[in-house]
């Protein structure tokens, strides 16, 4: 009586399969790692170490500003919300009055990443899936425009914009310079997300009877919202945050974003610069609100497309 012993290995347990060695699972056990969450954590510490800093010389009375550093705060805490009032609701010369100058920046900062931004897609997806003459000479154009310094840019556009400069109550040529300079890096991130959609999809709309004005409506835009909501925190915090493009094309306090202001409240000899530590508290509020109410999609925009396995 014969016996046959199997010489098959036994197959593994679906729970216990390692994981295919792949670019993205190499990734995923680098990150995953003890080590890589200690340095995670000591980033994260050094980079608000700053940031916390600020906040606490915000609250403390002038005098003490000037006179300690703010980790001297621990041993005598002393607590004030003089700074935000006067740099808010001030109403000498000298002090801040933010108040306007909090909604020159949103009358200039919303409309320029819409128009940036919504350009930008357009462009990328005409760039992308329109078949036309000239279309990767165009692209390379574009991708060309990036390396061009926004300083060169600067007398040339404000000579050409002069005569619009009191359109849109004088926001006409900011919004215009914010959106020219947006454009070339916009249109070059947009274009290598719309690139990686399949092309099924598109044939599939085009049978369907689907035009590019309805394709790109109903079946490209949703696809690529992470990525539309990645270039808009990054042209938000770059709008609102900018002081050379506003002081070059804004005119007036009417149309002065809170950056100019900012730097003109340490005033000509640099003795009131304790203002500047609730000011700036005052004008990251909003860029915080957008990055936390967006923070979900610019994760998943960042990591699309970037490992595949």
Not at 71 to 100: C, D, H, I, M, R
């Amino acid at each position: 009586m014969s016996s046959t012993v199997s010489t098959d290995a036994p197959e593994a347990s679906p729970l216990h399969r390692p994981e295919p060695s792949t670019m993205a699972g190499r990734v995923r056990r680098r990150l995953t790692t003890r080590a890589a969450s200690v340095i995670s954590i000591i980033i994260a510490i050094v980079w608000t170490i700053p940031t916390f800093g600020l906040f606490v010389s915000s609250l403390r009375p002038e005098n003490d500003i000037k006179t300690t550093g703010w980790w001297t705060f621990f041993k005598n805490p002393t607590l004030t919300l003089e700074n935000y009032n006067e740099v808010v609701f001030g109403t000498s010369a000298s002090s801040g009055q933010l108040a306007s100058y909090f909604i020159n920046s949103l009358t200039i900062t919303v409309p320029a990443v819409l128009f940036s931004v919504s350009l930008a897609a357009m462009a990328a997806y005409a760039l992308s899936w329109l078949n036309f003459r000239g279309r990767d000479w165009i692209f390379i154009g574009v991708f060309a425009l990036q390396i061009v310094p926004i300083q060169m840019a600067l007398i040339p556009m404000l000579k050409l914009l002069s005569g619009f400069t009191d359109m849109g109550g004088g926001f006409f040529a900011v919004w215009f310079a914010h959106t020219c300079f947006g454009l070339p890096l916009g249109v070059f991130l947009l274009h290598n997300f719309m690139s990686e959609l399949p092309k099924d999809l598109f044939e599939a709309a085009r049978v369907d009877g689907a035009g590019p004005a309805m394709t790109f409506r109903r079946i490209v835009l949703p696809l690529i919202t992470p990525a539309l909501a990645s270039l808009t925190i990054f042209q938000f915090l770059w709008i609102w945050n900018d002081l050379l493009v506003a002081l070059v094309f804004t005119q007036g306090v009417d149309s002065r974003p809170l950056t100019v202001r900012l730097a003109e409240l340490a005033g000509t000899r640099g003795n009131d610069w304790q203002r500047l530590t609730s000011g700036a508290f005052v004008s990251m509020v909003i860029p915080l609100i957008v990055f936390l109410s967006l923070q979900r999609y610019f994760v998943r925009g960042l990591l699309a497309g970037g490992v595949k396995g």
